[in-house]
């Protein structure tokens, strides 16, 4: 509802009155008449003191400015406000006037005369033309484009482009090109507007700092609702639509506006181990920051050492401070921005401005982020301060706002993430993501790995591109396995290994045939041979194994890594045999070798004593048992074989375990004399 402006104390009458008065003291044409107003359910009655006067009586009433209300449904999610990007006419020229007072712009003509307030040529040969530019001293390059007037108001707009707006005049009449074939209208231009696109409320807006505004009536505005990071808007309260601007003619009602947004969805992305491979969004062309100018983290530094390479950073004066760039002072202070770029965000306390700088030059002109975003070329900006506000021209003219600059994000148009995804934390792998948001993950296997798979896909063969739609929280795991191990293992030989990864044989061979995996199941007390048992299906990692041939021929044995579960029927190995998976490998010295016999494999067939340091290789195997035997090789025996190394009146094969009467096992036989379990059995030394 319209609330009265100002109490109301005048009536003036038509006829034959003399001057009224307001109660703030303006004055109206009429005798002062004094009104009562009503209360309660009557606030909106008046009567009139004395009764009503003779003749005609006209009402002047003052209403307040219709109230535009705008509410965030959650202030932390988001914002909304009326777009503070308005083109004004900021110069005027005419015959009469043809000099900027701002000094911003310079009107030429040229062939042109000035006839009864017009400017006009007759001319039938010499064409002529009126000219606007920027002024080379004035920094800043907004301008939007000018409008030329004709002699009954015709109108011709004419965007700035190149640095300049012409229109051309001939035979006494305007033209919109040089070539003087496109007629505007019969006669000369009387005057010229220049527009450009000012930062600040619209004329006729004021923010009354509650979320409301007072618009005059008539007024058109931009209304627009900004997201907080990691939130998305979801649409207007009622039948506005989902677009997160739109505008709006303020009528003689109040409105109201509520924008609603929501948190969006968190995805994470991991790769099972990093020296395998990494995973990664698909990036699209776009804009990304590449840095962000904070005074928090420059105050007291040489921030020029702090910018991106290539990128140049000037102070006029030291107007760095701990929270913001600003200048208390009446003088003029600038800070100037050079380099590769597309676009420069800059915030204030509540406000961001955002420009695209033109090329580099003398200059240092700059366009507003509304005109179309241009390549990454050398460009530079420069933002200026004077009594403590900030401004974007050298005049200090066009005020951004009231106080400094508290950081300044610098963008680069290349490869960017996808629209409505933005990075959370690149240690963790998170990012939010708006709802709905199809996005790309890459998986980059490194050398001598490949992609098995990918968490959230159940079935098919894995695919490097990984497409998924986001409608829920979503954590995506890329799993990299080593590429297949080659063996190439003679026939009736064996080779050791271990792998780290989860292993099995590719093809894996009948159980009927010899060849295949094996671990040590067992060794003869006497050291003299070690019984083998056969692994089938998946082998658990780390499992220590030798590999047989018996095929009859050399074999390229292929050992395929893979995700797939272990067969938890498969045997385990005895403690004595070892494996590693130690790039480096394992080495072993002499202390090592007093305490502990060490094996290895020797020409494919049998274990031997190491007789001197050593290392033994990457995913190869070995058999590290306590000092107690004069063994020098351990012969390998299958099961089915093992009838012929019976050592126990019951046919097993067994190795000698020592152990404490605690229960504690030795790593080898005591030296000491006392009582100990020998194999289970009771022993006294």
């Not at 923010?207 to 990691?230: C, F, L, R, W």
């Not at 991106?308 to 000037?314: K, M, S």
């Not at 760039?325 to 003029?332: K, M, S």
């Not at 033109?358 to 933002?383: E, G, L, W, Y």
Request: contains cysteine; negative net charge.
């Amino acid at each position: 509802m319209k609330q009265l402006k100002r109490t109301l104390l005048t009536l003036v009458a038509l006829i034959g009155l003399t001057t009224g008065a307001w109660a703030d003291g303006t004055t109206t044409g009429g005798t002062e008449i004094k009104l009562t107003q009503g209360t309660g359910d009557k606030a909106n009655e008046w009567t009139i003191d004395g009764g009503m006067p003779a003749g005609n009586v006209t009402f002047i009433i003052d209403y307040d400015d219709p109230l535009v209300t705008l509410t965030a449904s959650d202030a932390t999610k988001g914002s909304v406000h009326i777009s503070k990007y308005n083109y004004k006419c900021i110069a005027e020229f005419s015959t009469t006037n043809t000099t900027d007072a701002n000094g911003n712009y310079k009107f030429n003509t040229n062939t042109v005369g000035m006839d009864n307030g017009y400017y006009i040529n007759t001319s039938d040969v010499n064409g002529g033309y009126l000219e606007v530019t920027q002024n080379s001293q004035f920094a800043v390059d907004n301008t939007g484009y000018a409008i030329f007037y004709g002699p009954n108001n015709e109108s011709h707009r004419v965007d700035y482009t190149g640095g300049f707006m012409y229109i051309y005049i001939k035979n006494g009449k305007t033209y919109s090109d040089n070539s003087y074939t496109n007629e505007l209208w019969e006669g000369g231009v009387k005057r010229v507007e220049v527009y450009a696109l000012t930062y600040g409320l619209p004329d006729g807006v004021t923010d009354n700092g509650d979320g409301t505004y007072s618009v005059k009536e008539g007024t058109t505005i931009t209304i627009e609702a900004e997201p907080a990071k990691h939130n998305y808007f979801t649409g207007w309260t009622g039948t506005n639509g989902t677009d997160t601007k739109f505008t709006v003619t303020v009528g003689g009602e109040d409105l109201s506006y509520t924008a609603n947004f929501a948190a969006c969805f968190v995805l994470t992305i991991k790769s099972n181990d990093m020296s395998m491979g990494g995973v990664s969004i698909g990036l699209v062309d776009g804009e990304s920051m590449i840095y962000d100018l904070d005074p928090a983290n420059l105050y007291g530094q040489n921030v020029q050492t702090y910018m991106p390479t290539g990128f140049t950073y000037q102070e006029s004066a030291s107007i760095l401070g701990a929270t913001e760039w600003n200048n208390a002072g009446t003088d003029v202070q600038s800070i100037l921005i050079r380099g590769e770029m597309s676009h420069i965000e800059i915030y204030g306390q509540s406000d961001k401005y955002s420009v695209v700088p033109q090329k580099a030059s003398s200059s240092a002109r700059q366009t507003n982020r509304a005109a179309a975003r241009r390549a990454n070329v050398d460009r530079q900006i420069v933002i200026y301060f004077k009594n403590g506000n900030t401004y974007i021209d050298a005049n200090c003219t066009q005020m951004l706002w009231q106080g400094g600059v508290k950081h300044i994000e610098i963008y680069t148009e290349g490869q960017a993430l996808p629209a409505g995804v933005e990075e959370i934390s690149f240690d963790d792998g998170t990012y939010s993501v708006v709802p709905g948001t199809t996005l790309t993950l890459l998986a980059r296997p490194e050398e001598n790995y490949h992609l098995d798979s990918w968490s959230n896909q159940t079935s098919g063969s894995a695919t490097l591109n990984n497409s998924i739609t986001m409608d829920e929280d979503l954590k995506v795991i890329a799993y990299f396995m080593r590429n297949g191990y080659g063996l190439v293992v003679p026939n009736g030989r064996f080779a050791t290994f271990c792998a780290a990864e989860n292993i099995k044989l590719d093809p894996e061979p009948a159980a009927a045939v010899a060849t295949g995996l094996y671990t040590i199941a067992g060794i003869q007390y006497d050291r003299s041979k070690a019984q083998l048992t056969k692994l089938s299906g998946v082998v658990l990692a780390g499992t220590p194994m030798l590999v047989y041939n018996g095929t009859g021929g050399d074999l390229t044995m292929k050992l395929v890594p893979t995700n797939e579960d272990a067969n938890p029927s498969n045997p385990t190995a005895i403690p004595e045999f070892k494996g590693t998976t130690n790039p480096y490998g394992e080495t072993f010295d002499e202390s090592d070798l007093t305490t502990n016999d060490y094996y290895t494999l020797s020409g494919g067939k049998v274990f031997v004593k190491a007789l001197n340091p050593g290392t033994i290789g990457v995913n190869k195997c070995w058999l590290e048992i306590g000092k107690g035997s004069t063994a020098r090789q351990i012969e390998l025996v299958f099961d089915s074989e093992a009838t012929g190394i019976r050592s126990m009146d019951n046919g097993q094969l067994i190795m000698d375990n020592w152990y404490d009467l605690n229960g504690r096992k030795l790593n080898s036989a005591p030296t000491r004399k006392g009582v100990y379990i020998k194999n289970g059995q009771k022993v006294v030394k």
